[in-house]
């Protein structure tokens, strides 16, 4: 049995000669590629690739250089002996031959096709969906459908495949890569944060036996907090994703990081300046910036910026200012933010991150707000 090293070295060396004999799956991940999504992908294809003669393709949709913004990726997969410069990142890929060769997608943490994907051409190429977001109602008559709110998508991928997990050759590897993005995505199981689940935990007992000790959740956040050397546009490109909705282009950051930090060492205008520079350059109509960190006190927090830039979307930052559930207070970091359609807020319920705000924000904009 091939170890993940060797099982990467083979995909890519398939790619360089398609064989349109063979039964070709992309699995691929999200458009964030944080840790959850290049790990379940990976896990789920290499399992897969056990199971079948079908040629199973674990999607990186960043390049291959943009992994060291996420320096938490390359920590663990080399924990679990690794290597992550093999992993499959989109400029090793031709999406024109794979299509022509038949291939099909398998959605691993989300569950709606995005760039480079989003052609309407794809949408019958989709055979399967495991995913932890708000469900979009998409792909309902496809052989593999798991679309469920559990706190990381990887739990979901261990309690697809638990035989391997528990008793395959490599267990201890698999398991390995496993526990990190589970500890990470439930805030080290701690239900407190409202992102933990019964599958996550699970899921977490199942790997946590063959797993290494010495991987922990502040191990892993340690390194994945390491950003203070990161230039504006690099902090808002590490976990990016973009959504358009009613013609509306709207792009959302999240960082492991507090905004008076920021401010402190960039200064507010600096901010501004080079994020409505990435805005221009995404041409987006909003850019939202979610953080999510340790406070001094120890107490995890949250924050949230908007940066508006078409004022048509001015009512998602009012609307969402004014809702409960979210306990917006603003932030005194920059002068005239509400009518300079930028601003910053502590965000008081911790329990909603991206997966949650994300929605809000495209319900307002389908009932609030007219289409571009």
């Known amino acids: 049995m091939a170890n993940i090293n060797q099982f990467l070295d083979s995909v890519k060396e398939s790619l360089n000669k398609i064989n349109d004999e063979q039964s070709i799956f992309i699995v ?51 924990s679990a002996g690794v290597i992550y410069k093999k992993l499959i990142c989109i400029e090793h890929i031709d999406l024109t031959t794979l299509y022509n060769a038949s291939a099909r997608v398998i959605l691993l943490d989300h569950n709606r096709l995005t760039f480079p994907f989003d052609e309407t051409k794809w949408n019958d190429r989709v055979d399967g969906v495991l995913d932890h977001h708000i469900d979009e109602g998409l792909f309902t008559d496809i052989p593999l459908r798991i679309v469920t709110m559990v706190g990381s998508c990887t739990s979901l991928v261990v309690l697809q495949f638990p035989d391997a997990f528990q008793h395959g050759d490599d267990k201890s590897t698999l398991c390995q890569l496993a526990i990190a993005p589970i500890l990470v995505d439930t805030i080290n199981l701690r239900w407190e944060f409202g992102k933990t689940t019964t599958t996550d935990v699970q899921a977490y007992d199942i790997v946590r036996l063959f797993a290494s000790a010495d991987l922990t959740y502040d191990a892993i956040e340690q390194v994945k907090g390491r950003v203070q050397h990161l230039c504006i546009r690099d902090l808002l490109r590490k976990d990016y994703k973009e959504w358009v909705v009613d013609g509306y282009r709207v792009g959302t950051s999240s960082l492991p990081w507090d905004f008076r930090s920021w401010v402190e060492r960039d200064g507010a205008k600096d901010i501004v300046d080079k994020t409505q520079e990435y805005i221009r350059e995404r041409q987006l109509d909003m850019e939202i910036i979610l953080t999510g960190y340790n406070g001094e006190d120890g107490q995890y927090k949250r924050e949230l910026g908007f940066f508006v830039s078409d004022s048509a979307l001015l009512p998602i930052k009012s609307i969402l200012e004014s809702d409960d559930s979210v306990g917006l207070k603003p932030l005194n970091l920059i002068h005239a933010q509400n009518s300079s359609g930028v601003a910053f807020y502590n965000q008081g319920n911790i329990k909603m991150s991206r997966k949650q705000i994300w929605p809000l924000v495209q319900s307002i904009i389908n009932e609030k707000i007219e289409a571009k």
């Open 28 to 78: 691929t991940g999200n458009d964030s590629a944080d840790l959850d999504s290049i790990i379940s992908a990976l896990l789920f294809s290499y399992i897969a690739s056990q199971q079948s003669d079908a040629l199973y393709i674990p999607l990186v949709k960043v390049p291959l250089a943009d992994l060291e913004l996420r320096p938490e990726v390359g920590f663990v997969l080399e």
